[in-house]
């Protein structure tokens, strides 16, 4: 599997959903990554330790990257 494979794969996914790509966004996997990683650090329900190795970064990284 290669990433490029992976974005077709959610873009026949999302098309078959009746999902439509807005203008000027990005519809690929390391954008819902990028997303979903923000989302959980920046809710103080769930560890940013447990975040972070749930998306498998470091906690220097997750920090860094995803904690605002």
């Given amino acids: ?3 490029k ?3 077709e794969k959610l873009k ?3 098309k078959n959903a009746g999902i439509e790509k807005q203008k000027d966004s990005i519809l690929a996997l390391y954008s819902l ?3 979903l990683s ?3 650090g920046n809710d103080n329900r769930i560890s940013n330790m447990y975040a972070c190795q ?3 970064n470091t906690i220097q990284v997750f920090l860094s990257k995803y904690v605002k």
Avoid: K
């Fill in 54 to 56: 749930r998306m498998g």
């Fill in 12 to 14: 026949a996914v999302c």
């Fill in 5 to 7: 494979s992976l974005n």
């Fill in 33 to 35: 990554r990028v997303s």
């Fill in 1 to 3: 599997m290669t990433q």
């Fill in 38 to 40: 923000s989302l959980l």
